[in-house]
């Protein structure tokens, strides 16, 4: 389950996911704190969290093999 807040203790900061995209089995997610999540498809349990460095308001895309991630300030993140 994804959590709401950043501090599950705390609802000052709501977290707001987009995606999910599936790519290699894996279910990809973010989330404007700009945090990428993987989960896997099957088993549904998380199995990488990446930290991408500034907020994510638009999911992401797969293309010829690559993960890309465009953050809010319009930094392009790509992964293989």
Known sequence: ???????DDSSETQLRWTGPV???GVLWVANNLGELRGINASSMQ?????????SISIAPVVAAGTLL???DDGTLAAFR
Do not use: F, M, T
């Not at 998380?46 to 500034?54: H, L, M, R, T």
């Open 1 to 7: 389950e994804l959590s709401r807040y950043e501090d």
């Open 22 to 24: 599936l790519a290699g």
């Open 46 to 54: 998380p199995i990488i969290k990446e930290d991408i460095g500034g």
């Open 69 to 71: 991630v465009l953050r």
